[in-house]
């Protein structure tokens, strides 16, 4: 079984381009999150789902930022208007169910670089 | 709002020397504390968990109410210790994790 696999592992983009992240969690996991790594900083919290839905989405820091899950498995983290302050890890994890009791699986990240 | 506070940036200590990694955090409720590890070109991964008061290659991680803290400890470090250590909050029964900003530690021969 492959753990929780993030596509594009690196994306370079100019500002204002439309870019989308993917994540495919490990098969089984109900629970999926997204969470935004700048340098030298801790992972930031983005958005949490259980199944289909946003459970907590607290963490998106504007409406330039998205995220869906439609089948309850694949997630995209879509990103409108990249600015370059966006420029980040964008790091993927998933887990049986709740954090605070289970463990979370991440992926490797994608790294997005705006130009 | 909750806020997990690791006082160090980088920490160096010899093979065989003791080590802390220390965390603190701010949360008026009970929370959940975790231990992340990130080894060089690996992914993110749990070490440890509070709850679970277990003891994972060798580290061990006591959860002190009072001090709002829970420190990560070792009493003989290992070169393949060296990674970077993050300690994470969780409120009770929700989902997020907040992460504090990481300690490098690096564990020289």
């Known amino acids: 079984g492959a753990g929780v696999s993030q596509t594009p592992s690196n994306k370079v983009t100019e500002k204002g381009k439309y870019v989308e992240l993917r994540c495919d969690p490990i098969s089984g996991h109900t629970a999926l999150y997204w969470y935004r790594q700048s340098l030298g900083q801790g992972p930031e919290f983005l958005i949490y789902?259980?199944?289909?839905?946003?459970?907590?989405d607290s963490g998106l820091p504007n409406d330039r930022f998205f995220a869906v899950r439609p089948e309850g498995s694949v997630s995209t983290l879509k990103i409108q208007r990249t600015e370059r302050g966006d420029s980040a890890v964008y790091l993927c994890a998933s887990s049986f169910g709740a954090s605070n009791t289970g463990e979370l699986f991440f992926g490797e990240g994608s790294r997005l670089t705006v130009l | 709002a909750q806020r997990v506070t690791q006082p160090e940036k980088l920490l160096s200590v010899f093979k065989g020397a003791p080590v802390e990694l220390k965390c603190n955090y701010s949360?008026?409720?009970?929370?959940?504390l975790f231990w992340y590890v990130q080894y060089s070109r690996q992914r993110l991964q749990l070490l440890l968990r509070?709850?679970s008061r277990e003891s994972i290659k060798g580290f061990t991680a006591d959860l002190n109410k009072g001090e709002t803290s829970f420190h990560l400890k070792k009493p003989f470090a290992q070169e393949e210790d060296s990674a970077m250590y993050y300690c994470?909050?969780?409120?009770?029964?929700?989902?997020?994790?907040?992460f504090g900003k990481g300690t490098k530690l690096t564990v020289n021969p």
């Open positions: 509070h709850i």
């Open positions: 789902f259980q199944g289909t839905g946003a459970a907590d």
């Open positions: 994470a909050l969780s409120r009770g029964g929700s989902e997020k994790l907040v």
């Open positions: 949360y008026s409720g009970s929370p959940e």
